[in-house]
């Protein structure tokens, strides 16, 4: 019979999720995890399978906690014609924000050493493809003017400016937020 899990997997996974995210799943050793968990190397095995079971973890809370909520505007039956400026405008704020240039986790690993692993890389796709997605909707509610093609090639651009954007993040703060801005700009509602 197997021991009773006697820690909190949510905190575990929040704490490994922070330690990725500052130092990169390359960068971040089992002990760098078993610090920041306080757990030892066999209850993050037995719990996660592998320090890639803890990151495919961590990843999930990312998206459903970090990337998800300010995305939820767009999911709405009746979008607000602000929302995409407000968004985008959010998006710079944060990567303006001291201490909050750890860019995007997912963008991060893909740039690293999983760039060519096939579970990463789909990721990469299916978290593409949900922003443009919310984007699109977006630029739908802010620019009705706008034939499908060109509300379409906006929001491969907006998407695309906020990609860069994170990515920039990490080395150049004020870089990311002047291109989030402007993108925000592009996104203004139509008068």
């Known amino acids: ?54 990151f495919d ?31 985008l405008e959010r998006v710079a704020g944060w990567a303006g924000s001291a201490g909050q240039g750890n860019g995007c986790l997912l963008l991060n690993a893909a740039a690293g050493g999983l760039a060519h692993d096939e579970a990463m890389s789909e990721g990469i796709r299916a978290y593409h493809a949900e922003l443009l997605a919310a984007l699109g909707r977006g630029v739908l509610a802010a620019r009705p003017e706008l034939d499908p093609e060109a509300a379409g090639e906006l929001a491969a651009e907006l998407t695309g400016s906020v990609v860069a954007a994170l990515l920039l993040v990490r080395v150049d703060p004020a870089a990311a937020e002047q291109l989030l801005r402007l993108a925000s700009r592009r996104a203004k509602p139509s008068s």
């Open 1 to 54: 019979m197997g021991r009773t899990r006697t820690f909190d997997t949510d905190a575990a996974v929040l704490a490994a999720r922070e330690t990725f995210w500052e130092r990169g799943y390359e960068e971040t050793s089992v002990p760098d995890l078993e610090a920041a968990t306080g757990l030892n190397r066999s209850s993050l095995y037995h719990s996660f399978g592998s320090k890639r079971g803890l």
């Open 57 to 87: 973890a961590a990843v999930r809370s990312y998206l459903d906690e970090v990337v998800r909520p300010p995305l939820a505007p767009f999911m709405l039956d009746d979008v607000a014609p602000g929302a995409l400026a407000a968004y």
